[in-house]
Antibody, heavy 123, light 108 residues
Framework: QLQLQESGPGLVKPSETLSLTCTVSGGSISSSSYYWGWIRQPPGKGLEWIGSIYYSGNTYYNPSLKSRVTISVDTSKNQFSLRLSSVTAADTAVYYC???????????????WGKGTTVTVSS | EIVLTQSPGTLSLSPGERATLSCRASQSVSSSYLAWYQQKPGQAPRLLIYGASSRATGIPDRFSASGSGTDFTLTISRLEPEDFAVYYCQQYGGSPPSFGQGTKLEIK
């Protein structure tokens, strides 16, 4: 059964870079033909799509975050990662990794989610 | 970007009652690419519905959904205690994909 697990620091200082990793188990990033994505949810608020990556490294980002976001993949470790630069308190959120349900689509409905990891931006 | 507006913000009902949740899009959602999720506190969203009306695997048939264009509805026919949660709609007909702000279904 495919499982996703986020990991990374729970506290980041303002103006620094948030870095998270999603480890995929029960399936291979490089042989599945799926994109892999990041979504976040500020406290008490709705969900926001951040971006997606293919095993080849092809990426798509939400225009609202594009200038600060980098998503990368490490197929040898079956992981993909998120970096968000110049963070502010507005970036405080639960960050989820998730998989769009359709092969080769960088956005779709998400059928597999990680449990999420809380990141707080504070000095 | 397509903006999704969910109503009501909070819905207070009793177990056994029928719940009707609305999701309205700022522009037409192509191919009825709309999904619904259920989220309980401390958990990730759980896919309920995709393609506007198709239930995801393992979702009970008391959950149904309909709609097209800009207006979509999620109906829970007879509320069970475990159905009280927050529900989100998501459109994936255009990029970037976007979510509604959620409807909280609470026990009356």
């Amino acid at each position: 059964q495919l499982q996703l697990q986020e990991s990374g620091p729970g506290l980041v200082k303002p103006s620094e870079t948030l870095s998270l990793t999603c480890t995929v188990s029960g399936g291979s990033i490089s042989s599945s033909s799926y994109y892999w994505g990041w979504i976040r949810q500020p406290p008490g608020k709705g969900l926001e799509w951040i971006g997606s990556i293919y095993y080849s490294g092809n990426t798509y980002y939400n225009p609202s975050l594009k200038s600060r976001v980098t998503i990368s993949v490490d197929t040898s470790k079956n992981q993909f990662s998120l970096r968000l630069s110049s963070v502010t308190a507005a970036d405080t959120a639960v960050y989820y990794c998730a998989r769009p349900a359709a092969k080769s689509y960088y956005y779709y409905y998400m059928d597999v989610w990680g449990k999420g990891t809380t990141v707080t931006v504070s000095s | 970007e397509i903006v999704l507006t969910q109503s009501p913000g909070t819905l207070s009902l009793s177990p056994g009652e029928r719940a009707t949740l609305s999701c309205r899009a700022s522009q037409s959602v192509s191919s009825s690419y709309l999904a619904w999720y259920q989220q309980k506190p401390g958990q990730a969203p759980r896919l309920l519905i995709y393609g506007a009306s198709s239930r995801a695997t393992g979702i009970p048939d008391r959950f149904s959904a309909s709609g097209s264009g800009t207006d979509f509805t999620l109906t829970i026919s007879r509320l069970e205690p475990e159905d009280f949660a927050v529900y989100y709609c998501q459109q994936y007909g255009g990029s970037p994909p976007s979510f509604g702000q959620g409807t909280k279904l609470e026990i009356k």
